[in-house]
């Protein structure tokens, strides 16, 4: 079984800063990407910034500039530094890895809170 945990979130004033850590354990192998997804209150969840197993990333156009995605391999973990926080990043933010082959899965974090207040 593999368990993805969470962890950094919290309440923060606009301008500041927060970094969230994901940490994988369990069976898990052949990580071929990770990443942060968000989803606000009423909202889809959207991607926020991914990283691929070549150190490819990608940001959603409204973080770029502001969050970096950053991998530990040797600890199965992935961080989001997001600095320059504003009101509209409040979110249920997720983290997410696709891993294994040839079958793929699929794994998600059980969410963590950012609030940023104005």
């Known amino acids: 079984q593999v368990q993805l945990v969470e962890s950094g979130g919290g309440l923060v004033q606009a301008g500041g800063s927060l970094r969230l850590s994901c940490t994988a354990s369990g069976s898990i192998f052949n990580i071929y990407a990770m990443g942060w997804y968000r989803q606000a209150p009423g909202k889809q969840r959207e991607l926020v910034a991914s990283?691929?197993?070549?150190?490819?990333?990608n940001y959603a156009d409204s973080v770029k500039g502001r969050f970096t995605i950053s991998r530990d391999n040797a600890k199965i973990t992935i961080y989001l530094q997001m600095n320059n926080l504003k009101p509209e990043d409040t979110a249920v933010y997720y983290c997410?890895?696709?891993?294994?082959?040839?079958?793929?899965?699929?794994?998600w974090g059980q969410g963590t809170q950012v609030t940023v207040s104005s």
């Open positions: 997410n890895m696709g891993w294994g082959g040839p079958n793929r899965f699929s794994s």
């Open positions: 990283v691929t197993s070549g150190g490819t990333t």
